[in-house]
Each structure stands twice: as C-alpha cells, then as structure tokens.
C-alpha cells in the first residue's frame, strides 16, 4: 500500500507555470505506475498524464501535449506534473494516482492523494 500527497498547486495567471508534486510513503514508488488526473468543478475526472515505473515512457492525452509533462524520482518517492502555457480551462483540482498498468482510465488506479488546487486566471 502507498500513500499519496499533493503539492504544489496555487493560483497562476494565463500563460504561467506551475510545478506539482507528488510524494510517496509505504511502499516503494517505484513499484508503480503513476498518473495525474484533474476535476474541474462539476465535471468528471480527466486523464493528465501517466508514466512508467522507469520513467522510460509517458503519455498525455491531445488536451495537454506540449503543455503539461510528467516526470518522477523513484529516488525522492516523488513524481512531478510540470503545467506550462496554463489556461483558465486548466482550473481543476489535480490527483495523482498509482497503479499497476499504464492506463487513462481512473478505475486502474488503485491509490490516489487527496488532490492540490490549480486555478488560472485570465
């Protein structure tokens, strides 16, 4: 079992930057797979960005690419959701997640923090 905890998140200006943090106790992040999913306000959960135990490969879906980038230090049991070029529809709460597959689907997620507020203003 991991435990999961947020950082990082704050109120930005369009066109800014944020980095997120996600740091890990219990067991060994490395034995995972990581995402990060956000929820804006009366929406549904959506998939940021997923990476490989190794940190070899990532994902990010359309919606994000170029923009946002995952990244992780098994070292630091952290992993990290850099946001760039942030945009008022970026406004969400961000989750980070821990799985045993590479997926975009939340429901493969087994452990998830307890999320870190973004919000961008235009």
């Known amino acids: 079992q991991v435990q999961l905890v947020e950082s990082g998140g704050g109120l930005v200006q369009a066109g800014g930057s944020l980095r997120l943090s996600c740091a890990a106790s219990?067991?060994?992040?490395?034995?995972?797979?990581m995402g990060w999913f956000r929820q804006a306000h009366g929406k549904e959960r959506e998939f940021v960005a997923t990476i490989t135990r190794s940190g070899s490969n990532s994902y990010t879906p359309d919606s994000v690419k170029g923009r946002f980038t995952i990244s992780r230090d098994n070292a630091k049991n952290t992993v990290y959701l850099q946001l760039n070029s942030l945009k008022p529809e970026d406004t969400a709460v961000y989750f980070c997640?821990?799985?045993?597959?590479?997926?975009?689907?939340?429901?493969?997620?087994?452990?998830w923090g307890q999320g870190t507020q973004v919000t961008v203003s235009s």
């Open positions: 997640a821990a799985a045993q597959i590479v997926s975009s689907n939340a429901r493969n997620y087994d452990y």
């Open positions: 219990g067991r060994a992040l490395s034995t995972y797979v």
